[in-house]
C-alpha cells in the first residue's frame, strides 16, 4: 500500500502476497471517480475477470444489471473474447429485448470496453473515442494515428496522435499531461485516475453519461465519414527493399503534413490516410477517410497506387 516496489533482476522472483480485498478496492476507486446513474443495463464479460466486478460497480451505482457471460471460463464458451460488433450478437439482442439504455461489452481480461446503444447498435471505435474525448478532455487528447478525423472534428481539445498500442497512448497522455487517452479498439485512459486502461473505469464513466442522455441520441451528434481499407502482401525476403520504397513513395506525396510514428500517416486538408506495414505478416495495410466518399476513394486511389508500385507485380 506504501507504493514502494523493489524491482528483481530479470533472473530472480521476488515475494508474492495475496491481496484478499482487491475486488472492493478496485470497485471503490472506479466508484470514486463517478456519480449515480439510474439505467437499465446488460453487461457482456466475456466470461472474464469483469465478471466479478463491472456488474457490482453498476449496480452501487444504482443501475438494474442484467448479465450474459458473466461465469469466468478461459475457454470463452460464451463468445469469443474480441468486442467487435459481428461477436456481440447476443448482447444487441439482450438490449432490445429487455428494454436496456445500454450494453456494456468487454475483452477477455477487462482492459477494453465496447459498447451497445438503446436501439441495439454498436457504439465503439472511433464514436466511443469521440464521446470519451469530448466529455474527458478539456485541454489534450491523445488518440492513435489510426483513429478517425471525426475526433478532430468534434472534440474541442488539442488531439495529439501516437503509435497504435496502449502502452505508447498511455506514455503520450503522461507526457502531454493530457486530460485523456484511447485508441479506436477500446482502450480508454483516464489519467485522473490511472494510466493503465480499465474497461471497468470505462463503463461505469460511460453509463454515468448515458444516465443523462441515450447514446442513440449522443450517437447523431458525432461526425462519421467514409473509410475505405485494403491491403497487399508481399514476398517476406524483400521487406528491407519495400519499406525503403515505401518511405520514398510517402515522402514525395504531396500533402499538408506527414506523420511517421507508426508507418505513414498523410493528412489532406479534407481527408487523410494511413499506410502500415502488418507487425504479424508480410502485408502493407492502408486506408483512406474523407468527408465525402468521391474524396476517399480518390485518396485510396493515389495511395494504393504508390503501395501497389513498391511492393511490385
Not at 25 to 54: E, F
Request: aromatic share 6%.
Amino acid at each position: 500500500e506504501s507504493g514502494e516496489f523493489k524491482l528483481k533482476p530479470w533472473d530472480e522472483v521476488g515475494h508474492a502476497h495475496l491481496v484478499m480485498d482487491a475486488v472492493e478496492k478496485h470497485v471503490c476507486r472506479v466508484l470514486d471517480g463517478v456519480g449515480q446513474a439510474m439505467c437499465k443495463v446488460v453487461v457482456d464479460c466475456a466470461n472474464g475477470p469483469a465478471s466479478a466486478i463491472t456488474p457490482v460497480v453498476l449496480q452501487r451505482m444504482g443501475c438494474k444489471v442484467i448479465t450474459i457471460n458473466s461465469n469466468p471460463d478461459g475457454h470463452f464458451p460464451g463468445r469469443m473474447p474480441e468486442p467487435s460488433d459481428e461477436n456481440l450478437t447476443d448482447l444487441k439482442h439482450a438490449v432490445v429485448a429487455m428494454r436496456a439504455d445500454i450494453g456494456i461489452a468487454h475483452d477477455g481480461d477487462a482492459d477494453r470496453m465496447v459498447a451497445v446503444d438503446d436501439k441495439g447498435v454498436y457504439f465503439g471505435g472511433d464514436q466511443l473515442l469521440a464521446l470519451f474525448a469530448k466529455k474527458y478532455a478539456k485541454k489534450k487528447a491523445v488518440v492513435t494515428v489510426d483513429a478517425s478525423m471525426a475526433i478532430d472534428d468534434y472534440v474541442d481539445a488539442k488531439v495529439i496522435r501516437t503509435r497504435v498500442g496502449d502502452v505508447f497512448v498511455s506514455e503520450q497522455v503522461k507526457k502531454a499531461k493530457a486530460d485523456f487517452g484511447g485508441e479506436p479498439s477500446g482502450t480508454w485512459i483516464f489519467p485522473d485516475q490511472t494510466y493503465c486502461p480499465d474497461g471497468i473505469l470505462a463503463a461505469a464513466r460511460l453509463v454515468e453519461i448515458v444516465g443523462k442522455k441515450k447514446l442513440s441520441e449522443i450517437r447523431k451528434r458525432i461526425p462519421k465519414y467514409p473509410i475505405i481499407r485494403d491491403s497487399v502482401k508481399f514476398d517476406p525476403k524483400d521487406k528491407g527493399k519495400v519499406i525503403k520504397a515505401l518511405e520514398k513513395e510517402m515522402r514525395s506525396v504531396k500533402c499538408k503534413e506527414l506523420l511517421t510514428l507508426d508507418g505513414f500517416r498523410l493528412q489532406f486538408g479534407d481527408g487523410w490516410a494511413l499506410v502500415r506495414p502488418s507487425g504479424t505478416e508480410p502485408r502493407i495495410r492502408f486506408l483512406a477517410e474523407a468527408r465525402s466518399e468521391k474524396r476517399a476513394k480518390e485518396i485510396m486511389k493515389l495511395v494504393s497506387a504508390k503501395v501497389r508500385g513498391c511492393v511490385g507485380p
